[in-house]
């Protein structure tokens, strides 16, 4: 199944940002995107396909370990030397590759591997990076918005393009309906709650189409906004894994005592992206998706409230009638606002942080009727959503 009429694609036009600082003219971010996956679904040979195919791209991608994956089996063209402190030692971190692409080795995890990829700045165009080991994305994604170094430096140097799970089509249902962990919410639901976009890998592999489709059936019920692409050996068109903007308007975060309004976006069927509401939980995870109708500034901010409560303080606002707490666990959150002034917000949220940015007005193609929110986590019931629809009534 393609769901490419379903993608939500935030698309940059260079807007300008507010309330942040400027780019520097000339300077265009590097986007950056994450491969999470689960074990054995096929990452490595994602990888491989990305550093051997001739599609045109300059890719950086940075691998956790390539000495089995990508050092016997990519024939590199340098190995290049980079070492500062001594030149003539080889220190084997980088690969320069045949088809244009740059591998690197993460043995300092993080920033300090994105920092030292952008000494190389102008050989690639993109980054990949590997999360093996790292098995919940989430965080890994919000490095971009709330590390403090990070954010001073390499956020005006690089943007995050979106998170790219790939799920086993053999054993991806079994892994995800035994999923645990201590608080519930094991790694592979959370690797598909916060993907943008999805490879259900090994579909050669299935036994049957009904197979495939109860496998996306699920996927979909966890997350109902990310694209499914069905591959066989990760074979995937590029151009559908990178450059999907996932995130486009999201440079600052507002996270606890961070109140930084950040700068415009524009998206591009954002609108269409929602399937019709139905509640599906797995495991605990479930969506919750509504409409929004046209907001006005006021009730604009009384959704930004509501979110925080539930984002921050992880439940909902309490209702007058009860005392009751009903509890929240948000992994993802992205949605579409139209006010009744004709002014459109985008949202996006990974775990506690989120982002609203207004859409520059040039970019705003036809004003949708309504607005869309779409919610991943835990407790988003029908409690929830009665309360979601009292804000917005
Ligand atoms: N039949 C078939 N085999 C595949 C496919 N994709 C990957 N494989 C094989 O599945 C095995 C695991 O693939 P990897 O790419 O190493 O998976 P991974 O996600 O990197 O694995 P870990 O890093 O161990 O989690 C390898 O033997 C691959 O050759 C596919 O679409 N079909």
Sequence with gaps: MDL?????????????SVGSPEQPQGSKRIPCTIISGFL???????????????????????????????????????????????PTVQSEEFLELANGCLCCSIKDAGIAAIEKLMERKGAFDHIILETTGLADPGPIASIFWQ????????????????VVCVVDAIFGRKQMEEDHSVDGIGESLRQI????????????LAPSEDDLSETEHMIQGVNPSAPIHRTTRANIDIGRIININAYVGVDHLRMGAFHERSRNASLDHLHDLVPQPKHYELRGISSLQVTVPPLSLCKLELLEEWLQRVLWDGELPKDNASD??????????KGLFVTDTGKEYILQGVQTMYDISEVNGEDVQGLPSAGKLVLIGK???????ASLLKVLG
């Excluded at 709650?193 to 050669?204: F, Q, R, Y």
Aim: glycine share 8%.
């Design 4 to 16: 490419d009429a379903d993608i939500p694609t935030l698309i940059d036009h260079g807007a300008q």
């Design 40 to 86: 054995g679904a096929g990452k490595s040979t994602l990888l491989k396909r990305i550093l051997t195919e001739r599609h045109g791209y300059r890719i950086a991608v940075i691998m956790n370990e390539f000495g089995d994956s990508a050092e016997q089996s990519i024939e590199a063209k340098t190995i290049n030397v980079t070492s500062k402190e001594d």
């Design 147 to 162: 590390n403090e170094e990070y954010s001073a430096g390499l956020s005006r140097e690089i943007i995050l393009d979106g």
């Design 193 to 204: 709650a916060c993907s943008d976009v999805i490879l259900l890998n090994k579909v050669d």
């Design 324 to 333: 009751t707490v009903h509890q929240i666990n948000v992994l993802r959150c």
């Design 379 to 385: 407790g988003l019931d029908e409690v929830a959503r």
